[in-house]
C-alpha cells in the first residue's frame, strides 16, 4: 500500500483510473525520501492488474504476480545502469519499439523513468517524441527529485503530482511507529536535514549522518571565527553527501538569523545573509550537475565564507 502522507495524490490517480481519465503521462517530484518510486509502482501495478478497486492493485492475479516477480511483460523500468550516471538514448529509443507492440498480460502499458533527469539532450528528445504522441492504454510515469533539471516541454506535457511534508507529524509519527531506536531530537534534527522526508531520515538514522552533522558543526564554528582551513575541511567533507551537508548548514544559519531578529540591518546580520547566499549558491551549484568537482566547490565555499571583505562582494549566480 502507499505510505501515509501520500493519501491525496492517490486519491487523485485513483480517481482518475476509475473515471477513465488517466493522464498518459505523469512526473511525481518531491525531494529524495518521499516513497516516490513506491508510489509509482504501486500506481503502475494498479493500472496492469486485471482486478483493481480504489484501494490499488489485488496482488493476486497474473498481472499482480508478474509485476511483483519484475518480470510483467507489459511495464518498463528504465533507470541509469549505475546510481550518478546518464539515461542512454538506446534505452529509450528501445521504449518506443515497445510502445507499438500490444500489450500482452494487461489491457495497458506502462513505463516508469527514475530518475527523468538523469536523461541526456538525446535522450530528452527521444522521450519527448513518445509524449507528443501518446498511445492509447499507454501510462509513462517520470520520477524526479529536481524537475528544475526537466525541460520545460517535457513537464509541460505531463500531469504533475508533488509530493512534500510541510509539518513534522506525519513523518514523526510513521517514524516511531516502526520502532527505531531513536530519540526525538535526533529525529527532529534528521527531519530538519532531510526536509521532512521520512524515508529519508529512515536511511539517515542507519547510517552515520549524526557524527557528520556535528563534525559539520564543528568545523563551520571554525570558519565563522576565521580559523578554518579550506583545504583540510574540504578534504574532511568530500567523504559526506554534500546536499546534506550545504542543507544543516543552511539551517544552522537561519537559526543564527532568527536570533538576531532585532537587530537586522546590523553588520552581524548582513554577514549572516552573506553566508547565507554562499550556502544557497552552493547547493544550487550541487543540485544541478552530478559531476561537481566537491573539493573544489567546497573550498570555494569556505573560502568565501571566511573572506574579510565579504560586504564588498556581490554574489553573482
Ligand atoms: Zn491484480
Known sequence: MIYPWQQIQWQIVSQQIHTGRLAHAMLLTGVAGMGKLHFANQLAATVLCSNNSDQGACGQCHSCKLFAGESHPDHTLIAPDEAGKQIKIEQVRSLKDKQELTPTVSKWKTVIVNPADSMNISSNNSLLKLLEEPQDNTLIILISAYPEKLPITIISRCQQLVFSLTDNNTALQYIQNLGLSADQDNIERLLKLAKSAPLKVIE?????????????????????????????????????????????????????????????????????????????????????????????????????????NWNQKTIID
Open 204 to 308: 539517515l538514522l542507519e547510517s552515520d549522518v549524526i557524527q557528520q552533522v556535528q563534525a559539520i558543526e564543528a568545523d563551520f564554528e571554525m570558519v565563522l571565527k576565521g580559523q578554518g582551513n579550506p583545504v583540510q575541511m574540504a578534504q574532511n567533507w568530500q567523504k559526506y553527501d554534500l546536499q546534506l551537508c550545504f542543507n544543516h548548514l543552511q539551517t544552522l544559519i537561519q537559526q543564527r538569523l532568527v536570533n538576531l531578529k532585532d537587530t537586522l540591518h546590523s553588520q552581524q546580520a548582513e554577514h549572516y545573509w552573506y553566508i547565507y547566499d554562499c550556502i544557497v549558491k552552493s547547493i544550487k551549484l550541487t543540485s544541478l550537475s552530478n559531476n561537481i568537482n566537491k573539493i573544489l566547490l567546497i573550498e570555494q565555499f569556505i573560502v568565501s565564507v571566511m573572506d574579510k
